[in-house]
């Protein structure tokens, strides 16, 4: 089946910090990848996407590259804010005949701290 | 604006009581889930729908019945509650089955069971 596995937190880290959080996944076929974000008290939040091998999704200074060779999709931030601190999600779907799932990783807990 | 829609957003419940989890959307998204949400275990999903009269279970579907009467709404029920439900419950809803844009998730419903 399906699996998404995120490397342990919690991570804290100081403001301007470069910010690596891994994530591989095991899919059969070509899933489409995701990375959300979760700030204290609230839902999910999609932070990026990509859809294909060598797909780069960015936003909010976050990237992440879908690599299908090392089966990863490793999220990094070049210099973080206090205002990063949240749990990541990473997670990925599967065009299945019953529709897209989403299967998700552990979760990282990130604090920026000034 | 309003997107995903959950209520309540807390509640305590006694051993053995049943309840009805509301969500609703107004994005006209084909595709609703419920996921539930612990420690040290990500997201699982408990229960989707890939249209109007149309539902599957998830991971963990037992304890946990829906419905899906109109495209708008998607209620989570639970029949018995049992402590080992006491959980904090996403629900999400997504555009065309066959795209992966990313869900839209709702603000949680925080659940204790005693």
């Known amino acids: 089946g399906n699996s998404v596995t995120q490397m342990e937190g919690p991570v804290t880290l100081s403001e301007e910090a470069f910010l690596t959080i891994n994530c591989t996944y095991t899919?059969?076929?070509?899933?489409?990848l995701f990375w959300y974000v979760q700030y204290p008290g609230e839902g999910l939040q999609l932070l990026l996407k990509?859809?294909?091998?060598?797909d780069k999704g960015s936003n909010k200074g976050f990237e992440a590259t879908y690599r299908k060779e090392t089966t990863s999709f490793h999220l990094e931030k070049g210099s973080v804010q206090v205002s990063d601190s949240a749990v990541y999600f990473c997670?990925?779907?599967?065009?299945?005949?019953?529709?897209?799932?989403?299967?998700f990783g552990e979760g990282t807990q990130l604090t920026v701290n000034p | 604006n309003a997107g995903v829609t959950q209520t309540p957003k807390f509640q305590v419940l006694k051993t053995g009581q049943s309840m009805t989890l509301q969500c609703a959307q107004d994005?006209?998204?084909?595709?609703m889930s419920w996921y539930r949400q612990d420690p040290g275990m990500g997201l699982r999903l408990i229960h989707y729908?890939?249209?109007?009269?149309?539902?599957d279970q998830g991971e963990v579907p037992n304890g946990y019945n829906v419905s899906r009467s109109t495209t708008e709404d998607f209620p989570l029920r639970l029949l018995s509650a049992a402590p080992s439900q006491t959980s904090v419950y996403f629900c999400?809803?997504?555009?065309?089955?066959?795209?992966?844009?990313?869900?839209?998730f709702g603000s949680g419903t925080r659940l204790t069971v005693v």
């Open positions: 994005m006209n998204h084909e595709y």
């Open positions: 990509a859809t294909k091998a060598d």
């Open positions: 729908s890939v249209g109007a009269g149309i539902t």
């Open positions: 899919a059969t076929g070509y899933p489409s």
């Open positions: 999400a809803s997504c555009c065309n089955p066959s795209r992966d844009y990313g869900y839209t």
């Open positions: 997670a990925l779907s599967r065009k299945e005949t019953s529709g897209s799932r989403l299967t």
